[in-house]
Nanobody, 124 residues
Framework: HVQLVESGGGSVQAGGSLRLSCAVS?????????MAWFRQAPGKGREGVAA????????YYANSMEGRGTISEDNGKNTVYLQMNSLKPEDTAVYYC??????????????????WGHGTQVTV
C-alpha cells in the first residue's frame, strides 16, 4: 500500500520560511520516479511548485517558486523536502506531494501522477 504523507505546513508571516516533508512508504522509491510538490489555493486550480527526479537529483521549479524554493530528497529516509523562503500571501494553499514512475520529470507540471498525499496547509 503506497502512502505519501506530508508534514511541516503551518502559519507563517510574510517573508518567513517553511520546510515541507513528504514521507513515502510502500513504494520502491529509489530511482526512476518524479517526485513533485503541487499546491491548490482556495477557488483556484492545482498548480505545480517543484519536482525532483529521484536518484539523479535533477530539480525543476515553477516560475512562482523559482529562486525561493529548494526541493531535495533523502533516499535513506524515503523523504522529499520542499524548503520555501521569502513566503508571500499568495503562497497560501494546501500543498500536496505526488509520485510518478517515469524516465524523467519532463513536462512534470502537466503530467499524470500515480500517487498523491492528502496535503498540508500553508498559510502566509
Amino acid at each position: 500500500h503506497v502512502q505519501l504523507v506530508e508534514s511541516g505546513g503551518g502559519s507563517v508571516q510574510a517573508g518567513g520560511s517553511l520546510r515541507l516533508s513528504c514521507a513515502v512508504s510502500g513504494y520502491n522509491y529509489g530511482s526512476s520516479t518524479c517526485m513533485a510538490w503541487f499546491r491548490q489555493a482556495p477557488g483556484k486550480g492545482r498548480e505545480g511548485v517543484a519536482a525532483i527526479f529521484t536518484g539523479v537529483g535533477s530539480t525543476y521549479y515553477a516560475n512562482s517558486m523559482e529562486g525561493r524554493g529548494t526541493i531535495s530528497e533523502d533516499n535513506g529516509k524515503n523523504t522529499v523536502y520542499l524548503q520555501m523562503n521569502s513566503l508571500k500571501p499568495e503562497d497560501t494553499a494546501v500543498y500536496y506531494c505526488a509520485a510518478r514512475r517515469t524516465r524523467s520529470c519532463w513536462q512534470w507540471e502537466g503530467a499524470d501522477f500515480n500517487y498523491w498525499g492528502h496535503g498540508t496547509q500553508v498559510t502566509v
